[in-house]
């Protein structure tokens, strides 16, 4: 597995892993956020043959049209095998960035910098590199670690809060299906002055511990999926139109309804649904569901990775803090369990 360093100063310790690593030439991604607000922090640091590009912010461009770009700019900038790959940015740009890597002359070495809440605790972790194809979420991508990860909490002051918000999700997530008292140990009401370092540290370490285990997502690391089966399909759904909702926002809304899955598969107390509800209810809110929706959403629901064949096979939990995966699923259970959370009381 990758080294990963939780900084708290990005130029110090970027500055001495490109001091251990030899390459001929460093090739720098962002994205037009980054740019502005992160690449400052440590720009002064990059050899003067440095190659920069910047690229659009957004799932909507993690496509194979903007990997071409990014592979075009590495051809004309002569990178041959020995060049280094770094991207700054958020989960979107280090997937892709770090798939153009894996592919170019058949892999390139790189080492993220994610930049934002979401990116720090989730994708820093287990070498899911890919791209969206034809409106299905990571349909293309290979697995490849990099040669480092740096997490520096400074980068998070650089965020608007719904991005924190949506970083959120993720370490809640954590909890839910590795580890109760942390889970409850989150303080819901007052998310927003929580103590960022430590609670990246423990969510990344419990991702760590489930992807060491099963690094290909053959069997335990599907657990890390809870949630997304339903909120990735919220997400594609809700992509390009006026209801856009992020990455941890969509998440929110499938876990809700897969604990409500949980109950009825597993046994999930619905005293524990109860609890889910209010925690994702207190941070998020409730997001409008118009049963015009639910065959469009559905439909992605199908296409779901962890499906075999037309069997829907999802992460569901059988307490707080334990979940198993491979359990079957009907597509009038998961419309069943969307009316739920339709139903759900504003808060």
């Not at 400052?40 to 640091?45: N, Q, S």
């Amino acid at each position: 597995m990758n080294s990963i360093i939780f900084s708290e100063n990005a130029s110090v310790d970027l500055t001495s892993v490109l001091g251990e690593l030899k390459f001929s030439s460093l090739f720098i991604l962002t994205d037009e956020n980054t740019k502005e607000h992160c690449l400052p922090l440590v720009e002064e640091i990059f050899p003067s043959n440095s190659t920069f590009l910047t690229i659009d912010s957004g799932e909507k461009n993690k496509t194979i049209a903007t990997c071409m770009v990014i592979w075009a700019a590495m051809t004309e900038a002569q990178l041959d095998r020995k060049a280094l790959f770094l991207n700054i940015g958020g989960g979107v740009l280090g997937d892709m960035g770090g798939f153009c890597a894996s592919i170019y002359k058949r892999g390139i070495r790189f080492i993220n910098m994610p930049t934002t809440l979401l990116s720090q605790v989730d994708a820093s972790v287990g070498g899911k590199l890919g791209v969206d194809f034809e409106g299905l979420k990571n349909h293309l991508g290979v697995f490849n670690e990099p040669e480092t990860v740096i997490v520096a909490s400074e980068f998070l002051k650089t965020l608007p809060e719904r991005e924190l918000r949506s970083g959120y999700a993720e370490i809640i997530k954590h909890g839910l299906i590795r580890d109760k008292k942390y889970f409850e140990s989150l303080d819901f009401e007052h998310w927003k002055s929580s103590y960022w370092p430590p609670l990246i540290h423990h969510s990344v370490e419990i991702k760590r511990a489930v992807v060491k285990e099963d690094p290909k997502e053959s069997g335990l690391r599907k657990i890390l999926n809870f949630g997304h089966t339903i909120g990735h399909a919220f997400e594609t759904y809700f992509l390009d139109g006026p209801r856009h909702l992020l990455h941890g926002e969509a998440i929110a809304v499938g876990m809700i309804c897969e604990a409500w899955l949980s109950h009825k598969k597993l046994d999930l107390s619905m005293a524990e649904v109860k609890q889910i509800q209010s925690a994702f209810l207190k941070v998020y809110g409730k997001i409008e569901i118009l049963d015009s929706d639910l065959p469009s959403v559905l439909d992605f629901c199908l296409q779901d990775k962890k499906n075999e064949g037309k069997q829907l096979m999802f992460s569901l939990l059988s307490s707080i803090g334990n979940c198993t995966y491979n359990i079957p699923v009907t597509r009038e259970e998961i419309r069943e369990a969307i009316h739920y959370y339709q139903n759900l009381p504003q808060t």
